[in-house]
């Protein structure tokens, strides 16, 4: 038989991402950064970790109503276009946080659909050397051509709407994301 030590999430996260790594604390609103060199710092952080494409005011409070209890900053677009500008102003002025931790995306909207706009933001952080955000589609069709689609566009997961508060619970521990449980 053998043991291996348990290693804690972070120790696990730790370990993929290497020597320097950056994770929100939802609980006090601060990112801690960790240097090999056991240089630990702490800065004050406020950056939204959520940003919700939705072109359905309704829908974008619906997700904001169940995603509250969990302590998260959350930002939304209404369209793709609108997403990717707010991603790409992200990357360029926030020293703390380049990315978003999560993106909701719907897949059907004016302007510029879910699938175009995850296609450019997964193509924007690959070239930029942002680390990956996941992109989970959200619809109220979940085909097998929907499914074959979003895929293809970059999308990591799929949440039928309407949804669950578990359902978003399991997502964000899929997601590895850090939140307090509502």
Do not use: W
């Amino acid at each position: 038989f053998f043991f291996f030590k348990q290693k804690t999430a972070y120790e696990m996260l730790r370990s993929l991402v290497g020597s320097e790594m950056c994770i929100r604390d939802s609980s006090q609103g601060q990112i801690v950064t960790e240097k090999t060199s056991k240089d630990t710092q702490v800065k004050q952080c406020n950056c939204p970790s959520i940003l919700i494409v939705d072109d359905n005011d309704m829908n974008q409070v619906a997700f904001k109503l169940q995603l509250k209890g969990f302590k998260l900053n959350i930002l939304t677009a209404l369209n793709g276009k609108q997403a990717i500008e707010m991603v790409e102003e992200r990357a360029k002025t926030n020293e703390c946080c380049q990315c978003f931790d999560l993106i909701f995306m719907d897949c059907e909207m004016p302007i510029m659909n879910g699938f175009e706009s995850s296609r450019a933001i997964k193509e924007f952080i690959q070239e930029n050397q942002i680390p990956s955000v996941p992109i989970i589609a959200t619809t109220a069709h979940v085909s097998e051509e929907i499914k074959k689609e979003c895929f293809d566009s970059g999308m990591d997961d799929i949440l039928k709407k309407p949804s669950t508060i578990q359902q978003l619970k399991e997502l964000l521990d899929k997601c590895c994301l850090l939140y307090t449980s509502p």
